[in-house]
């Protein structure tokens, strides 16, 4: 919720720093039912995928250019950029974060989004794993 906040706030906003705030505030608010260490999880979780945010789309457009972020459902595009967030930061098992993107997706998207993010993510996934697998070259080379 809190990234699709600060999606739908932020990108169009001339006053940043001001629309931050009440997006954190509402926030504060909704996740009120959520423990304190919960609400700042998710809360550093948001803003840290929303940072990386113009990375994520890149990588996006590199695996779906028929299907850039901008045309993208907006709901699909918060969970696409958590998830690819979670599986990069290496804070996450990212196997976890891809079934964790698809539930959300069936939760709160559209009946053709669960496939479309397992899709997409499937990729973002082989294509960390194989990068993870390969050794750094040597600095004495």
Do not use: C, Y
């Amino acid at each position: 919720m809190l990234l699709f906040q600060l999606d739908a706030e932020l990108a169009a906003s001339s006053d940043a720093s001001a629309q931050l705030e009440a997006v954190d505030a509402a926030f504060e608010e909704e996740g009120a039912s959520l423990s304190d260490s919960e609400r700042a999880r998710a809360s550093a979780m948001a803003h840290g995928a929303w940072k990386a945010r113009r990375d994520t789309d890149t990588f996006i457009r590199q695996v779906a250019p028929e299907w850039p972020p901008h045309r993208m459902p907006a709901v699909d595009r918060a969970i696409l950029r958590l998830a690819i967030h979670e599986m990069t930061t290496g804070e996450h098992n990212p196997k976890i974060a891809v079934n964790e993107a698809i539930e959300l997706a069936k939760k709160f998207s559209t009946d053709r989004s669960p496939a479309f993010v397992n899709a997409l993510l499937d990729k973002a996934l082989k294509q960390l794993l194989a990068a993870r697998s390969t050794p750094e070259p040597s600095a004495e080379a």
